[in-house]
């Protein structure tokens, strides 16, 4: 069959206003993590390239592998395998001139845990170009962190590049007695051999994740974890000191990121980072580092879901964020992008399409130049049954300028309001902007997924089976849609 055919039958239970190109994927959370760069632009003479590394997830016995758009997402082709060898594995990437190299590692349903395993490693690739060619060619992978026992695992790597060229590889690591280890390691031969350094954090109670990223001229590991509890963390390095040279660790601010990794993080140009992630009480919240400390909560999405997830791109200054939102009736999800201010405050939001059943998991490029449509990648389990796919979605930033709106701040956890003021994405599918919020009844989401998924089998943050999402969703469709289903939950 057809790609282009293949297409149209996956369009069944969405409506948008400019139908979006699909990867056939078994899951509908083959992006995640949040956290990390699954799809980069990467610049060149003949033209930009988006490349996306998407796990497939057993799809047609396919696991981790790179595509390729040579028109701006408008359709998609297999560049290359990453990892076929498992339906876990999830990759990091980032691009260096015309070339991309990139991490990868296991993650798995949070109902499943992080179980130990020799093979649990992590690995680093580089993907280079030739002007010849013109595509990109996998080199061989080197193993940066070796699980060596079945009682311990390495899982969601993150790599990042300092000013100076060297290239850190950070991971979190599963102990023999069930806690966790923030490791960390670097290369400074381009990715040939990398030396672990000292452990960043120890003792971590439960599954750790957070963000590894470059500031210009510092490097910066931000974490939480999936206890609930824990505050957010961070520790940070000059990239003119020494290898073993990292600051204390320090409280980025008292309340936790989802599950650890469910946010997203972009460098401001200037020293500092944008942060959007999703609290413990499921909502959407922003805050800026300044290159000293991190600044008050800002409320991006005050109505709190457990699948909505961040997704932020910089475009010179501004800044535009990509989200999910549950429908109001608990039939499905709204995805949107929103332009947000230099403080995080959301201004004017689109709109981007209304899916019957699951989407979720957006996944854009960290900086796009100016004068480019904005991109995103959604994962799409239409309750249709009609296919599981990752669904890319272009849209102008022409459309999102008008002037910031208000929203709430909150200076700490414990100091969030929560009355009915919504910062609310409103409008119709593929209509025009939406200038401010518009409150909303809190509804609530019965079934994620209104039908089966009988071949689904997700995994990461936010994804159980969905073999187990099947079995959820039949016994809440009997309870009416009172009840939220968390059948994609990492």
């Known amino acids: 069959m057809g790609w282009a055919v293949l297409t149209g039958l996956l369009l069944t239970g969405m409506t948008a206003a400019t139908p979006p190109t699909a990867i056939p994927v078994r899951g509908g959370n083959a992006l995640t993590l949040p956290a990390h760069r699954h799809i980069v632009r990467v610049s060149r003479s003949e033209g930009s390239v988006l490349l996306a590394a998407v796990q497939q997830g057993g799809h047609d016995g396919h696991g981790l592998r790179m595509f390729r758009s040579d028109n701006g997402g408008g359709s998609w082709k297999l560049e290359g395998v990453i990892h076929d060898g498992s339906t876990y594995d999830r990759a990091d990437l980032i691009v260096v001139g015309r070339d991309v190299a990139l991490v990868y ?13 020799s093979s649990r490693d992590v690995y680093f690739q580089w993907w280079r170009y030739s002007s010849s060619k013109g595509r990109w060619s996998p080199e061989s992978p080197v193993r940066v962190f070796d699980s060596t026992s079945s009682s311990t695992a390495y899982y969601r790597a993150e790599l990042a590049r300092d000013s100076k060229g060297r290239l850190w590889v950070q991971a979190f690591f599963r102990e023999k007695d069930s806690s966790n280890t923030l490791s ?14 000292s452990a960043l954090a120890r003792d971590i ?7 590894l990223v470059h500031l210009g001229s510092r490097m910066m590991m931000l974490w939480s974890s999936h206890s609930g509890s824990d505050s957010t963390r961070y520790r940070i390095r000059d990239d003119s000191a020494s290898l073993s040279s990292w600051s204390s660790t320090r409280t980025a601010f008292s309340d936790g ?8 993080a972009v460098a401001d140009g200037k020293g500092g980072l944008h942060l959007v992630y999703k609290d413990n009480s499921e909502r959407l919240v922003y805050r800026r580092f300044d290159g000293g400390g991190f600044g008050s909560a800002v409320r991006v999405l005050e109505r709190g879901d457990w699948a909505s997830q961040p997704a932020l791109t910089r475009v010179g200054s501004s800044l535009y964020l990509f989200y999910n939102e549950p ?7 709204r995805l949107w992008v ?4 230099s403080s995080g405050k959301p201004g004017a939001g689109k709109e981007l399409a209304s899916v019957s059943g699951f989407a979720g998991y957006p996944a854009v490029p960290e900086v796009l130049p ?10 799409i389990e239409p309750s249709s049954g009609s296919g599981n796919r990752v669904s890319f ?6 459309s999102l300028k008008s002037g910031a709106v208000a929203a709430k701040q909150v200076e700490a956890a414990g100091e969030a309001e929560r009355g009915d003021a919504r910062v609310a994405a409103t409008g119709g599918s593929g209509g025009p902007s939406s200038p401010g919020p518009t409150p909303e009844g809190p509804g609530t989401l019965g079934s994620a997924l209104t039908g089966p998924s009988e071949q689904a089998m997700a995994a990461g943050c936010g994804g159980a089976s969905a073999m187990f999402a099947v079995l959820m969703t039949l016994s809440l469709m009997e309870l009416g849609r009172r009840l939220r289903t968390r059948a994609l939950r990492f």
């Open 105 to 117: 590692a296991v993650e798995t349903p949070d109902s499943q845990g992080i179980g130990g395993s």
């Open 184 to 197: 960390i390691a670097v290369s400074t031969d381009g990715g040939s051999t990398f030396r672990e350094q």
């Open 370 to 379: 100016s004068g480019v449509p904005l991109v995103a990648l959604f994962g």
């Open 393 to 398: 979605f272009s849209t102008s930033s022409s």
């Open 338 to 341: 929103r332009a947000l201010s």
């Open 205 to 211: 109670s439960k599954r750790g994740g957070g963000r």
């Open 327 to 333: 429908r109001s009736d608990g039939s499905g999800y």
């Open 257 to 264: 990121i989802y599950h650890g990794a469910a946010l997203s």
